[in-house]
């Protein structure tokens, strides 16, 4: 083999490998939907310790209602993606991080004498938070900047225990479904590049 | 020098799995842009020398074919591709 023929070859993997995704753009519909249900969910618990002495099981039909509608939607959407043609390497880490991050917020609820009071509130928007930020280390500045406020409502959280579901619920609807609306209305290499 | 990744389409279809845990036989066609029977020729031969594995299921009743690079594979292609640029470098066959 002569050099024009070698840089024939490696002109084949350029072109390929110029076309492969190298960052996430994701679907915004999912964050919305999940962010709003662990939203309502803060607000609701803010609310019970606010104006309720006791549990009350029908504060929490909207959140039950809006999670079901979260669960229909992400099955729809898992089915869609398994028509598609192509799972990039960086979209399965995410998922993996986002199932392991779930997994863990999972286990924080169940220990709930080890994780009381506005804990659990606080490990959801960790659980979210490390995902969103993880597709903001891949290159999409939107989801970086998501997670840092989702972050950040954390430790605000932290310095305001009367109202520490408000600012969860704030955190979480800026940074998580603010990131999602973004994701849908703002074009993926805008997001990516900007 | 492998003479497996000689071929354009084949090289092709490994770059495309390179970045990708999977990719269909559709999605491959589609990257690369060869006729369905000539790329099942090739990715035939590169599942038979164990560079790439070969998956058949069916999603919503229909068959579908998705290949995944395989660790063999993705060794292979980076020795070719230092290989081609030592000659591009040297202006011989090493």
């Excluded at chain 2, 369905?36 to 919503?60: P, R, T």
Aim: hydrophobic content about 55%; aromatic content about 10%.
């Amino acid at each position: 083999m002569n050099a024009p023929e070698a840089r024939e070859q490696l002109d084949v993997v350029d072109r390929v490998l110029a076309h492969a995704e190298r960052s996430i753009h994701p679907s915004g519909t999912l964050f919305v939907l999940w962010g709003i249900v662990a939203a309502v969910v803060d607000l609701t618990f803010q609310a019970i310790d606010w104006y309720s002495t006791r549990f009350v099981w029908w504060w929490f039909v909207p959140a039950i209602v809006l999670y079901g509608a979260a669960i229909a939607t992400t099955m729809l959407y898992a089915s869609r993606a398994r028509r598609c043609g192509r799972l990039s390497v960086i979209e399965a880490q995410y998922l993996r991080v986002l199932y392991i991050s779930l997994c863990a917020a999972g286990v924080a609820v169940f220990c709930g004498s080890i994780f009381n009071g506005w804990a659990d509130g606080a490990i959801w928007s960790i659980a979210y938070a490390i995902p969103l930020t993880f597709i903001g280390t891949q290159g999409n500045r939107i989801a970086l900047a998501g997670g840092i406020v989702v972050f950040a409502s954390i430790v605000v959280a932290n310095f305001v225990p009367h109202a520490a579901g408000v600012v969860l619920a704030l955190g979480i609807l800026i940074g998580y479904v603010g990131a999602g609306i973004a994701f849908e209305a703002i074009p993926a290499a805008v997001a990516v590049n900007g | 020098m492998d003479e497996l990744l000689l071929s354009k389409i084949r090289l092709g279809a490994i770059a495309e799995l390179l970045t990708a845990e999977w990719a269909t036989f559709a999605a491959l066609q589609k990257a690369i842009g060869t006729t369905q029977g000539n790329l099942g020729a090739h990715l035939g031969k590169l599942v038979e020398a164990g560079y790439i594995s070969e998956e058949k299921m069916f999603v919503d009743r229909r068959p579908q074919t998705r290949y995944r690079l395989t660790k063999k594979g993705r060794g292979a292609f980076v020795a070719h591709v230092r290989e081609m640029q030592a000659i591009l470098k040297t202006g011989r066959v090493s």
